[in-house]
């Protein structure tokens, strides 16, 4: 920078919305997302439906009977991986087992029990001194919610057409007829820019912080609802539960999403595919580390000591498969992402050694005889984990790479903390 003339440089005041801030309790913690009907089946006598047998391969349709009860019974299971926060996919009522395609937000849906047994969850979780973070489907909604349903009963006399992005009257389910996501007809998109839609929205997000205690959203398709919701999201939420966390979902660069008007975090899917192409397709030290160095100077440090770092997810190949079941990468893969800066995000059943392919090969049930859990991943996980806790430079550390060898294939890193 050449000196000014006068020797002054001009500085801006910095009012407090200008400062990033970040819950404090977010910063380094470890995740781990449950995906409600694969984890575990609490309540055995329930007759909702049809299950199939615990294990069973798991398809886009059938259910084997996770709910609420069952992770409350695991949740010692979960303190003792040294887990900080779960991250729970959709709870609420809607239709298909991965409860994306909601019906009602302000229910718990009954194959996984009800709302005082998401109460209960988040309690218990709150005594161990684990957060809760829960799924916020804002960007669609299913086609069997009092809103949709309402449209296909009066079609434009319908007080809620304006919620929706229809094409043409009269209005079926049908793709055709109504935008919706990667043309699923059973999950109409919201027209978040509405008025009515952003504040219905709040009002959900508000309801379960009161009603539960949770700690915070995980929000789905972040990155294709209208910017101002998370805007007035984090006004107005923030201004009451400043120690929530609102954490997006995107599949590229967050960076829009994270200037500190809108989110505080985002799945690092950019994390996840340099962490792929290194330890599973081979690129080579100089390119990994150019892609990670690159990725945390798009953001701000404060947002790279908390960003939700995962190398997988209920939406993509589990990792240990992506590695064709070489449990060494997987290993090596698992340790560079524990000891990296940020929050690690376990996928639940890979500190086990489950693998699949993608959805819904990667939705399966857990794991929980003892007899099939690969012990040495297990303990390998615990070990991680403990080293992170234990050690300030790697939990809120910087991070350098040092050693970058692409004749020897060799890559390094220290963690420091001043």
């Given amino acids: 920078t050449i000196e000014p003339e006068d020797g002054y440089f001009e500085y801006l005041y910095t009012n407090d919305n200008d400062v990033i801030n970040i819950p404090e309790w977010s910063k380094g913690q470890v995740y781990y997302q449950i995906f409600p009907e694969r984890f575990n089946k609490g309540d055995i ?8 047998p615990w294990g069973s391969k798991p398809t886009r349709d059938n259910y084997m009977g996770g709910d609420l009860k069952g992770i409350i019974e695991k949740i010692d299971y979960i303190k003792e991986l040294g887990v900080d926060c ?10 298909f087992n991965h409860k994306y395609a909601t019906t009602n937000y302000f229910s718990v849906d009954t194959d996984f029990g009800t709302n005082d047994d998401l109460r209960k969850l988040v309690f218990e979780c709150h005594k161990r001194n684990i957060k809760v973070v829960l799924d916020g489907v804002f960007n669609h909604i299913g086609v069997n919610s009092k809103q949709f349903k309402d449209v296909l009963e009066k079609q434009e006399n319908s007080i809620y057409k304006d919620w929706f992005y229809v094409t043409k009257f009269p209005v079926d389910i049908s793709h055709h007829n109504y935008e919706c996501v990667g043309a699923y007809k059973w999950m109409p998109k919201l027209r978040t820019s509405n008025p009515e839609v952003q504040q219905f929205i709040l009002k959900v997000m508000e309801y379960w912080i009161v009603e539960v205690g949770i700690d915070g959203w995980r929000l789905d398709v972040a990155d294709e609802v209208d910017y101002t919701v998370w805007q007035e999201a984090r006004r107005k939420l923030k201004r009451k539960f400043p120690n929530v966390i609102l954490l997006g979902e995107t599949w590229g660069n967050a960076s829009k999403l994270l200037q500190g008007d809108q989110l505080d975090i985002a799945m690092n899917y ?13 690129i080579k030290p100089s390119e990994f580390d150019a892609r990670i160095n690159r990725m945390l100077a798009e953001y701000y440090n404060e947002v790279n000591e908390a960003m939700y770092n995962l190398i997988d997810s209920h939406d993509t190949i589990r990792f240990l498969r992506e590695c064709n079941d070489n449990k060494r990468i997987f290993k090596l893969a698992v340790a560079f992402q524990i000891l990296f800066c940020g929050s690690p995000a376990i996928y639940y059943g890979d500190e086990v050694g489950m693998t699949g392919d993608n959805d819904p090969d990667c939705r399966g049930a857990m794991i929980w005889d003892e007899t099939k859990q690969d012990k040495d991943i297990l303990e390998w996980y615990k070990k991680l984990i403990k080293i992170r806790k234990g050690n300030i430079a790697i939990k809120g550390g910087d991070f350098y790479s040092i050693v970058c060898n692409d004749k020897l294939n060799l890559y390094g890193f220290i963690r420091t903390q001043d």
């Fill in 86 to 95: 779960i991250f729970l996919n959709p709870v609420f009522e809607a239709d």
């Fill in 270 to 282: 950019v994390f996840r595919d340099a962490v792929k192409d290194f330890f599973v397709n081979n």
């Fill in 45 to 52: 006598n329930k007759n909702n439906r049809k299950y199939d």
